[in-house]
């Protein structure tokens, strides 16, 4: 089964609005966490990562946060931009692999 | 451009033909990775090489075989392929110890009639 989930298949926000992106884990000794955005036509882009001995990390404009006891992480992305306009994955690292969850497509309304 | 190519970009082939995907990083990394993306499905992990050295076989068919000659370039050689194997597949690299943070390629859309 799947490792890692993402809460909800799309987001719709209005640029300038923050965004949150959801995910859920399973496994319990997960201790590397990491997102992934992907646009139209390309492949992945690593955004950010955190390790379990964190809960939370910042980068320019993005927010994860990490809640081991209900498994859960968030990606916030603050003043959303068309530019912003993705698939995102959450993913962790299962011995070489990474495991992705199925993503959120994130829709950027003017 | 993030510094992994792919070639072909789009590949159409009937399921007697042979063909070979291509990756190539020039980013210096030492480990390589094929995945495929099927629509409403998670990224699926195929192949891992570390070092030229295949650390993973992701229980894919035999259908599928991989190359890696050196650290710059790994291949998918493809065979006898099924309709159901139609999917964008998509290459990365890293350096072994933060497989965490991979570079992907922007794959190639293969479709078998």
């Known amino acids: 089964g799947e490792s890692v989930g993402l809460h909800l298949p799309t987001l719709s926000v209005q640029e300038g609005d923050n965004s949150i992106i959801n995910c859920a884990y399973s496994?319990?000794?997960?201790?590397?966490f990491i997102w992934y955005k992907q646009e139209s036509g390309k492949g992945p882009q690593f955004i950010i990562d955190?390790?379990?001995?964190?809960d939370k990390r910042q980068g320019q404009r993005v927010t994860v946060l990490l809640n081991k006891t209900v498994k859960h992480l968030s990606l916030q992305i603050a003043a959303t931009q068309p530019g912003d306009s993705a698939v995102y994955f959450c993913?962790?690292?299962?011995?070489?692999?990474?495991?992705f969850g199925k993503g959120t497509s994130l829709l950027v309304t003017p | 451009e993030t510094g992994v190519t792919q070639t072909p970009r789009h590949l159409v082939m009937g399921m007697t033909n042979k063909k070979s995907l291509k990756c190539e990083q020039h980013?210096?990394?030492?480990?390589m990775y094929w995945y495929k993306q099927s629509a409403k499905k998670p990224l699926e992990l195929m192949f891992v090489?570390?070092?030229?050295?295949?650390?993973e076989n992701n229980s894919v068919p035999s259908r599928f075989s991989p190359e890696c000659p050196n650290s710059s370039h790994l291949f998918l050689h493809l065979h006898t392929l099924q309709p159901e194997d139609s999917a964008l597949y998509l290459c990365?690299?890293?350096?072994?110890?933060?497989?965490?943070?991979?570079?992907f390629g922007p794959g190639t859309r293969l479709t078998v009639l």
């Open positions: 980013l210096g990394h030492n480990a």
């Open positions: 993913a962790e690292i299962g011995g070489y692999a990474l495991n």
């Open positions: 990365a690299s890293s350096q072994a110890d933060r497989e965490g943070e991979q570079f």
């Open positions: 090489y570390n070092f030229k050295e295949q650390t």
């Open positions: 955190i390790r379990s001995n964190m």
């Open positions: 496994n319990s000794a997960s201790d590397y």
